[in-house]
């Protein structure tokens, strides 16, 4: 059974930057597509980006569009993500997780979990 | 983008008691592949969320069969069979279909 481990959180004031990594354990890494979610204090899950584990294709959430990186070194089995032009509104627990596969067949759920980093954007 | 609509937003139950739990998407879940990339997540206080179900209706790996899921197209349902003390905690749809991922608001299952 797999592990995710995310780090890089912390407070920053708006406007500045972060970069949170997930480091994966447990499962071939490459082959799977990450994604990082968030949730804000009280709030429900939001999905923020996406990015494949073959090609390196990436997705954004509108609301992170043009400001945010999702990145990946498959050597080191660690996801990334650069926040960058940060505001209040991105203040949240940051997850990563991994997009599920039942033999050759993709679930498209997340299987995996980790325990999130907390990013407060405020000045 | 594909809004995902839960209700109820609370579901107080007794404990042995049945729960259930409607997911409503804006559009069909049904992926040009056929599947329908509809999961169901469970977040313990305090805790990350956790894969119950997968593609509607698939149980995933040390859930336990009290939990079920059904549904097609637009409307989806968890159900559980005899709500245990552990199961409190707030629920998720997620639709996979299509980017952007989205989420239901979520249902809060707690004991009466």
């Known amino acids: 059974e797999g592990q995710l481990l995310e780090s890089g959180g912390g407070l920053v004031q708006p406007g500045g930057s972060l970069r949170l990594s997930c480091a994966a354990s447990?499962?071939?890494?490459?082959?799977?597509?990450m994604s990082w979610v968030r949730q804000a204090p009280g709030k429900g899950l939001e999905w923020v980006s996406a990015i494949t584990g073959s090609d390196g294709t990436t997705y954004y959430a509108d609301s992170v569009k043009g400001r945010c990186s999702i990145s990946r070194d498959n050597s080191k089995n660690t996801l990334f993500l650069q926040m960058n032009s940060l505001r209040a509104e991105d203040t949240a627990v940051y997850y990563c997780a991994k997009k599920g596969r039942i033999g050759a067949a993709g679930t498209n759920a997340f299987d995996i979990w980790g325990q999130g980093t907390m990013v407060t954007v405020s000045s | 983008d594909i809004v995902m609509t839960q209700t109820p937003l609370s579901s107080p139950v007794t404990l042995g008691q049945p729960a259930s739990i409607s997911c409503r998407s804006s559009q069909s879940l049904v992926h040009s592949d056929g599947n329908t990339y509809l999961s169901w997540l469970q977040q313990r206080p305090g805790q990350p969320p956790r894969l119950l179900i997968y593609?509607?209706?698939n149980r995933f790996s040390g859930v336990p069969d009290r939990f079920s899921g059904n549904g097609a197209g637009t409307d989806f349902t968890l159900k559980i069979s005899r709500v245990e003390a552990e199961d409190v905690g707030v629920y998720y749809c997620?639709?996979?279909?299509?980017?952007?991922?989205?989420f239901g608001g979520g249902t809060k299952v707690e004991i009466k």
């Open positions: 593609k509607i209706s």
């Open positions: 997620m639709q996979a279909t299509q980017f952007p991922l989205t």
């Open positions: 447990g499962f071939t890494f490459s082959s799977y597509t």
